[in-house]
Every structure is written in structure tokens, then in C-alpha cells.
């Protein structure tokens, strides 16, 4: 089993910067793929990026709208995952969560067994 515990959401103007944790607990950390899905009020939960991690290598993913803008990290020696989001706009409004899963990378939040109980971003315009 694996624990996800998400923080660093709020509000900020649009324009501005959060950061978002992902502390993990359960399993060794290295093990999975570590991803961040969103959901807006009336929308379906969207892929924002994953990472991965094989042997001393991570690979990333990012979707298309906030490529350039977010960065994703992870600490596997603090079990923790990180999004960096910058120039931030409206429409990333969201509940941000953080998930994984064992094995390869996947997009759909389907895929993942793993979730954390998601932290509310509000960007003001």
C-alpha cells in the first residue's frame, strides 16, 4: 500500500507561482511512478505530468497545456514529489492530485491505484 498526502495549494493571482508536495509513505518511493492529475468543478480529471524513476534516470511527461509553465521533481530520498507551477492562469483552477502507480507510465487516472486526498488551487484573475 502507498499513502499520498498532498499540500501547497491556495490562492494567488494570475500570473503567480505555487508549489505542490506529494509526501509518500508505504512503499519504497522509487518503486512507482509518481503523477499529478487535476479536476475543475463539472470536468472529467485531467493528466497534468508524471515522473518515473529507473535506476539513477527519471523520465517526465507533462500534457500539452502546461508544458513550459510547470516542472515536476521528485526526492526519492524524502519520499516526496513536487509540481512547480508557474505563470500560473484562470484556467488552472483545479483540484491538484497527486497519484501512483507500479510499472510504466500511464495518462489515465484509471490506471492508478494510488491517490492522495487532493489540494484545492484557485488562480484569480
Known amino acids: 500500500q502507498v499513502q499520498l498526502v498532498e499540500s501547497g495549494g491556495g490562492l494567488v493571482q494570475a500570473g503567480g507561482s505555487l508549489r505542490l508536495s506529494c509526501a509518500a509513505s508505504?512503499?519504497?518511493?522509487?518503486?512507482?511512478?509518481m503523477s499529478w492529475f487535476r479536476q475543475a468543478p463539472g470536468k472529467e480529471r485531467e493528466f497534468v505530468s508524471a515522473?518515473?524513476?529507473?535506476?539513477?534516470?527519471?523520465?517526465?511527461w507533462y500534457a500539452d497545456f502546461v508544458r513550459g509553465r510547470f516542472t515536476i521533481s521528485r526526492d526519492n530520498a524524502k519520499n516526496t514529489g513536487y509540481l512547480q507551477m508557474n505563470s500560473l492562469k484562470p484556467e488552472d483552477t483545479a483540484v491538484y492530485y497527486c497519484?501512483?502507480?507500479?510499472?510504466?507510465?500511464?495518462?489515465?487516472?484509471?490506471?492508478?491505484?494510488?491517490w492522495g486526498q487532493g489540494t484545492q488551487v484557485t488562480v484569480a484573475s
Open positions: 497519484a501512483a502507480r507500479i510499472g510504466r507510465y500511464h495518462g489515465s487516472p484509471s490506471e492508478y491505484n494510488y
Open positions: 508505504g512503499r519504497t518511493f522509487s518503486d512507482y511512478v
Open positions: 515522473i518515473s524513476w529507473s535506476g539513477s534516470r527519471s523520465m517526465i
